[in-house]
């Protein structure tokens, strides 16, 4: 089972423009436009500063049915002193044309989209501004429940009822949403005898409310998925924005009692999520998957390579180049080695699989260097000869490189992670050894680059018994580092604290920088209302490869990195696991502030499950590129 995860662009666009205003746009030209950047009208002499009027307005629109118009003034201020009113020889516009634009002096709405934006009034260089805020509200019925009575709002003005009220189980409480994201549920439970419920979703710019029934029930319970126009209403007008708390009622047909559930607030980001991802599955033989963020149409990860590119062996850790251009995978699991590495434009390899000496050297986990030109691996199993950290030529897979240093045989190297700038390798240095893939007591270390090679290694976060640390990532802004920390409970690293589908593993920060203190991602790690405890296995922690902004503010930031884990995606179960853990794993995604980072605080937000993958199987390693290139046929 696929869930379509992002809202097209282009039906966005379509539905915005299908509903919007008509009538001649702030040049005469037709629609209303934006062009807040350009010069104004000719410039006014004498005139030092203007006054927008009315200032700070509030317009209430309803959602797809009708837009709201607002007429401005000018005033403007003189060299003399005094004001006039200069209307007429200004040019008005607004910073974000998807909530609406200009005619004239008369400000008008779209149908789809509130939110909020500045209006300016232009002459010359002089420029005078204020803020308008569009409400967005809004009563409709939910398309996949039947006989939704058209009367349903009248239904729950009953009384209250403690018996009745239903539980909203997923997302979690606060969880931050990149504003292209679709495909995403709300699951509840439905409290008793009731058959019709109302969700709303409220702030200072939303007052949505949604009639449904329980159309896809489950476990229990009940999904909602909301349909493309009423998440479009959502999450285009709160881009950026506060808060938007989601309620939930539930009554029957009669309306005779009504329960409300404890809210939850969800929010979203300013900037859409983009890039592509690499991810692996157990299912389709052990394929590698991608998805395209950017995507006008996809709604499913698209199987990129299996076996087949392998002569018949499994393909699993794999890492992509920044680009996206090339592909390195390990086959064959443990104490192997042997590595595909590919062009994937022409899904073609630069080198022949297990080809004798001209195969890629041996190597387990790999991490590229920003131009693509060398990748860092690890192998210390079985007839390892070098046990540092190692360099290879991305065309080849030769190794041309070793970090002295690093690794000994007693105590090898492992996950390496090169930073986006260059200048860190984050990688582990083994405590007690068994693989690559299953070991002990790792730590936390750093290399920096320098003018002469390689620093020795710093240690962020040291070996601690009855502990495993392990799969650094360094982030997009190269101040920190992500890793895994796993709890051994009888204090030997066995199969429950082996790095390898750890229930106990946690999702730590910490400064790249020595001697910094780990921050644990307590929201990320935090499991959800069906799950019965804490052993959730967060793992493989990587980085979408952007810095984003958070808000409308300026300068705010915001990175975004997805992670394994066997949590309950609300009132599914996790898939069936392997020998190590019974759980398997699905793609979650959390947002994280680095300023947080840097102040000792926990720097995430809840997870949400990425809806690209299929829920039915295992999915792991979710490697992140600029782009997905297409592959030329």
């Not at 002569?311 to 251009?325: M, Q």
């Not at 392997?578 to 809840?606: H, R």
């Amino acid at each position: 089972m696929r869930i379509p995860l992002l809202l097209p662009t282009t039906l966005a666009m379509l539905l915005l423009a299908s509903t919007g205003c008509s009538g001649g746009g702030g040049n005469g030209s037709g629609d209303p436009s934006n062009d807040g950047g350009t010069p104004g009208e000719a410039a006014i002499p004498g005139l030092t500063s203007i006054t927008v009027e009315p200032a700070d307005q509030l317009l209430l629109i309803e959602a797809g049915q009708t837009s709201a118009t607002a007429t401005y003034r000018a005033i403007g201020t003189f060299e003399d002193g005094k004001t006039l009113d200069i209307t007429p020889r200004v040019r008005f516009s607004v910073d974000n044309n998807f909530i609406g634009g200009f005619s004239g002096s008369t400000f008008t709405t779209y149908k789809n989209q509130g939110g909020v934006t500045t209006v300016s009034a232009i002459a010359g260089t002089v420029r005078g501004t204020t803020q308008v805020s569009v409400k967005l509200r809004g009563s409709v019925k939910d398309p996949a429940s039947s006989s939704v009575p058209d009367n349903a709002a009248d239904l729950f003005s009953g009384p209250a009822s403690d018996t009745r009220k239903p539980d909203l189980v997923y997302p979690n409480d606060g969880v931050l949403l990149p504003p292209n994201i679709r495909g995403v549920e709300l699951h509840f439970l439905p409290g008793t005898s009731n058959t019709l419920f109302e969700l709303a979703f409220q702030n200072s710019l939303t007052d949505l409310k949604v009639h449904l029934r329980c159309a896809q029930p489950l476990n229990g319970g009940c999904v909602y998925r909301p349909d493309d126009t009423t998440w479009l209403w959502l999450s285009q007008t709160n881009r950026g924005g506060e808060p938007v708390t989601v309620s939930l009622r539930g009554t029957d047909d009669s309306g005779s009692q009504v329960g409300t559930a404890a809210s939850l607030a969800l929010s979203f980001s300013q900037d859409d999520l983009t890039g592509g991802l690499y991810y692996w599955t157990t299912s389709n033989g052990s394929a590698i998957m991608r998805f395209d963020f950017t995507s006008a149409s996809g709604t499913s990860g698209e199987k990129f390579i299996g076996p087949e590119a392998a002569g018949g062996k499994c393909l699993g850790c794999h890492a992509l180049s920044r680009d996206g251009k090339k592909l390195v995978a390990e086959t064959s699991g443990q104490n192997d080695g042997r590595l595909v590495l590919m062009d994937v434009g022409t899904k073609s390899l630069l080198v022949p699989f297990d080809q004798g000496s001209a195969s890629p050297d041996k190597s387990i986990f790999e991490s590229w260097n920003p131009d693509g030109s060398q990748y860092v691996g690890v192998y210390a199993d079985s007839g390892a000869t070098d046990f540092n950290l190692m360099l290879f030529n991305g065309n080849t897979g030769k190794k041309v490189q070793r970090i002295d240093g690093t690794g000994t045989s007693t105590n090898p190297a492992n996950h390496p992670d090169w930073s986006m700038d260059g200048q860190k390798i984050a990688f582990v240095t083994v405590g007690v050894k068994g693989t690559n893939q299953r070991f002990g007591k790792g730590a936390i270390q750093l290399v920096n680059r320098t003018d002469s090679g390689w620093s020795a290694p710093v240690t962020l976060a040291p070996a601690v018994d009855g502990r495993n640390r392990y799969y650094p990532a360094v982030s997009p802004d190269n101040t920190f580092v992500l890793f895994n920390e796993s709890t051994c409970p009888s204090g030997t690293y066995v199969r429950d604290c082996n790095a390898d589908s750890d229930p106990s593993a946690r999702l730590f920060a910490v400064k790249a920088e020595a001697g910094s203190t780990p921050i644990e991602l307590t929201h990320a790690n935090a499991p959800g209302k069906r799950d019965s405890g804490t052993n959730l296995t967060n793992s493989f922690p990587k980085w979408a490869p952007f810095r984003y902004q958070r808000t409308r503010e300026p300068g705010s930031k915001l990175q975004w990195f997805t992670f394994s884990s066997s949590r309950r995606y609300g009132l599914r179960n996790p898939p069936a696991g392997g020998d190590e853990n019974p759980n398997g794993t699905l793609l979650w995604i959390a947002a994280v502030d680095p300023d947080k980072v840097a102040l000792g605080q926990d720097p995430s937000y809840p997870a949400l499950v990425l809806p690209i993958q299929d829920i039915s199987t295992s999915n792991h390693i979710a490697q992140w590129t600029t782009e997905v290139v297409p592959v030329i046929r």
